[in-house]
């Protein structure tokens, strides 16, 4: 009985991807395309520059947005019942120009307009994909989301499985027998998995147009799961911020950052619950308590939230993260206002709007980006205009009297156009500004934001830009990795490195005949990149020669750490990497 199962498991399974590949050709295709540029790309990363593993990624990634899209296409191919031929190849070709358009023009880098966006793009899809196949249908949306999470929750156990048993077979094979497998092959079989089972039986399982879920049961699982778990715990949650929330208006101390980001996903979750437990509504009171109740009991909450949320906007102007976080909470307060309001609810209302609300995110003049930078300009503008900097529609060197708070928040402004745009973007700026000509420019220098008095953290690294070291004129070569871990001995002269003091020392018959404090170096780093910090540094900007009557030694450090203490504030180094060339006369 137990083989008899087995048998028809395995041919129901083959079954359903054969008849995947048939309904879904162009998406699994897709698929496999991404198995084999994936593997390409770790196959390359040995022998490839930089740039050209970059557009490989770029060309993956745009790929990628295929898979919801050219799946989209085919729903809607099946509810227009436009099987033609030639119109499917035209339907399926301008997508493809679309993608390549995509990759010219929207992801030209990996900056953070253009991971943002793409990001935002993907969700768009893959939400697109949850309702195109339902929209006009006004019955049943809830099950057929259930259906497709729990086809979802399904293939992510039988690839886990899958991926568990191949890797178990691999390390067996490699300890019993001795073989060297690589751990490159174990993510292959991952890469391999999803692409060539993962997503083809995912498809297998999604219904047909035509499907109706008028006798389809919902899951005891997911009942219990949802009404005695799930519900007590965000009403719990939901006491807790109305305690919460009571001590701020008692006190007058308004949080900042982390508890809108908690109210938000928290509502969000809320949200969800609300649409699966819908069709519970009829038969179960608690459910239609939960529906009737909730959004109205929510809204205080929301209001407290947008408060928080409008004081930090005001100190700091809008940025991307803020925009996203006001945007959603503006959903989601709409999304509870219909639950409250509208007589004849279509839940299909929530995944749609939230597309729209995703899309116009990252593309328009209501984008996070333009909004972001529109008033960070402003921002930028307010503190030159009370500064007097502004003359005839260009900026005039202050004259001392700015205040270190607006030099400050001046600096702040200029690392957010830096970071994330271009300093080209921030009006009155001479054309071809960089962040060190501020003095000239500004008649003032950078200025780091205050700390929190527990000390900042500060980082330099050299990785991104490094290349072949050139040890010509050196005899040896060592790093503070295999120095830490035991001292070096060359010619009688042992080389140790003591990693608390950070000092480099040279010892020949017991007696220390070189020393050199590296802590020299890291003071001499932070000063020269008081601007860069986070941001790859110049190796040359790294890298120091001391020379003395017996040795010469080359000093290239990778990346150092370090943290600003004291009132004024000093850098105190906490780690640092290093390579060592030695050279004795």
Known sequence: MIQINIKANIYQTLKGLKASLKRFPVTIITSVVLVILLIALEESRSYWQKEELENLTQIIMVIALGLPLFTSMKFF?????????IFQIILFALVGIFLLLYYFFLLKDFKTVSISRYIGMSVFLY????????????????????KIFSSFLMTLIYSFVLFAGISL????????????????IYYYAFVIIAGLFSVPYFLAKIPLISSKFSDEKYSKGLKILLLYIVIPLILIYTLILYVYFGKIVLTQQWPIGLVSNL????????IGVIFLIYPLKVDNNWAKYFINWFPKIILPILIMMFVSMGIRVRAYGITENRYYVLVLGIWVSAIMLYFIFAKEKRNIIIPVTFSVIVLNSIFGPLSGFSVSKYSQNRRFVHILEKNNMIEDGNIVKSQGSISADDRAEISSILDYFEDNHSLEDIKYLPSGFAMGDMNEVLGFSYVKKASDGRGEYLYYSSYENEGAIDVKDYDYFMDSNSLYRKSLEVEGIRAEYDINSFAFSLVRNGKVIYTKDLNEYGRTIYENNKNTEGKSTDPAEMTFTDENDDFKIKYIIRSLSGKLEGDPAKFHLQNMEINILLKIK
């Open 169 to 184: 077979i691999l390390f067996s094979v490699s300890k019993l027998f001795s073989v060297n497998i690589e751990g490159k």
């Open 127 to 146: 939400v697109t994909f949850l309702y195109i196949p339902r929209l006009g249908r006004r019955e049943d949306y809830e099950y057929y989301i259930i």
């Open 77 to 85: 191919l099946e509810k227009k019942g436009k099987y033609n031929g």
């Open 263 to 270: 109210v938000l996903w928290y509502t969000t979750l809320s």
